[in-house]
């Protein structure tokens, strides 16, 4: 999938924005706070229908004005079926999301019809965060090729918020009929939920294993472990048998909201053995390996498409050497069109210098593109 051009008003630090892109390198070079990131995060939205900072949509519109859009036209592989995404909000109404001028009974519909992956300083905290951020990377790669999955967990996620509220009840004792419905529902969806993590997690291990190697030069070998209450028996069961630990404490201990990945360099946990470069190599050679899995997916029984690729200012504490296989790595034939942040025009130029793929740059200053 190639983004051909973007229409942007009112997001963020954008006022105003109308851009043609290469269907291979786009570079963003400005300082710090300037608005590289924000046109990042107005991509990110065309594909997942919410910025990749914040769920509250109203927090995206530029300060003082009553409105935000986005829209991206783009071209399929095929290089002949094109799609417009438009999503806008005006302040105190709902956000509306359309594609090809028809909107979405559910917003779920929309994901992985334009595959997105991004890689930022942020995935630092795949590595020194809690289990949430790693769900969460689990989540996005497979919800953009099956939407089974996607609303399985949108239905598990409102039984466990249905069971929470009645062990949180003071005054009287939950029902327990209805409190056996909400587990058998968190039980059915989180058994499947399982199952697609668990596909997933075996059939990756190995592609970000051998994208590790390529960056890396083969210095370390890393691998992944996923953990969950499943692993336990039937989820039910474990989910019910300590229901009286859950009455006390008055939330849901067992389930696969507490599932878990471990990240692991030679056999031991990365958070506490790796190198700063390390971590950093760890986390790139995550994304870049959800980008090949995802590229070889099935995506939703839709035609082969391939994802778009966002850099974030990535290149920061990494070796020339790194820095060089990762640039090899994306120029390959196997990766699409590539969006790239950073605040070195010169360290990008050495960056670009390496391939002979098609780019352009643009100069980034307060929320204006030149």
């Known amino acids: ?62 300060h003082e004005t009553e409105f935000f859009m986005i829209q991206g036209q783009y071209l399929h592989d095929d290089n002949e079926t094109e799609e417009v995404v438009y999503a806008g909000m005006k302040r105190g109404s709902k956000k509306l999301f359309k594609r090809n001028n028809k909107n ?32 969460r990377l689990l989540d996005i790669v497979i919800s953009q090729y099956d939407n089974n999955y996607i609303n399985s967990l949108n239905k598990y996620n409102k039984a466990l918020q249905q069971r929470n509220a009645l062990l949180k009840m003071e005054d009287t004792e939950p029902d327990p009929t209805l409190l056996s419905l909400w587990e058998e529902e968190m039980a059915r969806e989180g058994e499947y939920i399982y199952e697609q993590r668990n596909k997933f997690v075996d059939s990756f291990t190995p592609v970000f294993n051998r994208v590790y190697q390529s960056i890396s030069d083969g210095h370390e070998e890393v691998t992944l472990r996923y953990t969950s209450h499943c692993q336990r028996g039937p989820l039910l069961e474990v989910i019910q048998r300590d229901r009286h630990k859950d009455l006390a404490v008055g939330h849901s201990l067992h389930g696969i909201h507490r599932d878990d990945l471990e990240m692991l360099i030679d056999g031991y946990p990365m958070k506490r053995e790796g190198s700063q470069g390390q971590n950093k190599t760890y986390v790139i050679s995550l994304k870049l390996a959800q980008f090949d899995f995802l590229n070889n997916a099935n995506p939703n029984g839709n035609p082969h498409t391939t994802p778009i690729l966002l850099l974030d200012d990535i290149f920061d504490k990494l070796d020339a050497n790194r820095v060089q296989r990762i640039v090899q790595l994306v120029s390959s034939n196997d990766y699409g069109q590539i969006f790239i942040t950073d605040t070195n025009r010169e360290h990008l130029d050495k960056i670009l210098s390496n391939t002979d793929s098609e780019y352009k740059i643009f100069h980034v200053c307060n929320g204006e593109f030149s």
Do not use: Q, W
């Open 1 to 62: 999938m190639i983004l051909k051009n973007i229409s942007i008003l009112n997001y963020k630090n954008i006022s105003e924005a109308k851009l043609n892109f290469s269907p291979k390198f786009n570079c963003f070079i400005g300082n710090n706070g300037e608005g590289k990131t924000n046109l990042l995060d107005a991509i990110y939205y065309l594909s997942f229908c919410h910025s990749m900072f914040s769920n509250i949509d109203s927090l995206l519109m530029k």
């Open 104 to 135: 979405y009974k559910r917003l779920s519909e929309h994901i992985g019809i334009v595959p997105l992956i991004i890689v930022s300083p942020d995935d630092a905290m795949l590595i020194a965060g809690g289990s949430e951020e790693r769900r």
